[in-house]
């Protein structure tokens, strides 16, 4: 483990506290973390990369990166297939500057990502540490979201030095201003959307189109002003369903409006018994009712997993490439137990811990802004 000297603490605040939230973001910190242990990191030999959680477009960027950087100072790299799944059973290895030749401009993530009930247990994770002690890593970069934050604190806690490195297309990670995967993810959906909106406007509909976001609505929030939406739904924000729905679709239509779109989230908040299938398709139960209470032919349409695969854009191969240089050089420079982070469109590292403690949020400020853009 790394010590947290006072400078350290300091250089932390002074980054978060530089960060001047967006105009559609807030960091607010909500709850403690569990305390990970101090102590000086021992010289870096050989690293571990690993993705986790839900696959995210850029992650082979991260995996690509850390391999080369390391390799640069020195450093052995070795890739733990299938996430802490693959860590705690030594699925684990070998991985050199060609072995991740052709791979930046790949979807998904080569070293596979799986669920791990074993490694939430206090064995799974005392199994993962002979793991990390058998191949020899002296540090682990994990890639993923808040879930996988949670897991590396806790290899952190029993004595691993690990970097965060954040991948996830809902782009919910505080502390950072974007995460790999999301730039994307709101490129795929846009492209889905457009094409939507052409056969709503050939025939005079209202398309309620479902996005990933269980609880969280950024990628919903940000399509939405970019599609034009004329209604968006985000878990963030409670809906009155006459008022912010039907009120405003009817009011749209008496101006000349003569198609529409609403964006969801699929975490949408809404009154169970306003439909029967309201928690297993929100999409439908909203397209139902529209056409119900409106009159307006509508239909659903639910994206699924196209939103996570695809050719990663620009902007998340240059991030990802970008991030993982930083999280090898990070531990080269004795840091650990840090997330990699996106400030102002520089890449820095701060304390992993306090960014687990703390939650992104959209701001009603910006939500009501959105809102103009629909009349």
Known sequence: MVKRSKETKEADKLVLNSHVAK??????????????????????????????????PGMNGVIRAVTRAAAAHGIEVMGVRRGFHGLWRGDIIE????????????????????????????????K??????????????????????????????????V????????????????????????????????KIRDSASSHERCSVVEVMGRNAGFLAFQVGVATGAEVVLIPEIDCDFDQDVVKKLLSARNRGKQHFIIIVAEGVRLDPDFHAAVKAAPAIAIAEEVEAKTGIETNATILGYVQRGGNPSLRDRYLSSM???EAVET?????????????????????????????????????????????
């Open 128 to 161: 993962a540490m002979s793991m990390a002690d058998v191949f020899g890593l002296d540090a682990l970069i994990c890639v993923g979201g808040d879930g996988t934050g949670r897991g590396a604190l806790d290899l952190a806690a029993a004595g691993l030095p």
């Open 323 to 325: 991030m993982g240089i």
């Open 95 to 126: 991985l050199k500057p060609r072995d991740v030749s052709d791979i930046l401009q790949r979807g998904g993530t080569t070293l596979m990502t799986a669920r791990s009930k074993t490694f939430m247990t206090e064995e799974g994770v005392s």
């Open 23 to 56: 105009e559609n973001v807030v960091h607010s910190k909500v709850a403690k973390t569990a305390e990970v242990g101090s102590g000086e990191v021992k010289e870096i030999r050989r690293i571990g990369v690993l993705t986790s959680g839900g696959d995210a």
């Open 163 to 194: 970097v965060l490195v954040p991948a996830t297309i809902d782009n919910d990670m505080a502390g950072t201003d974007e995460t790999i995967g999301f730039d994307t993810a709101m490129n795929t959906v846009i492209s889905a959307v457009d």
């Open 331 to 375: 531990l080269l420079a004795g840091r650990a137990n840090r997330l990699i982070a996106s400030l102002r469109g520089q890449i820095v590292d701060i304390d992993l811990s306090e960014a687990l403690a703390m939650k992104k949020e959209i701001t009603e400020e910006a939500f009501k802004r959105a809102g103009i853009l629909s009349l």
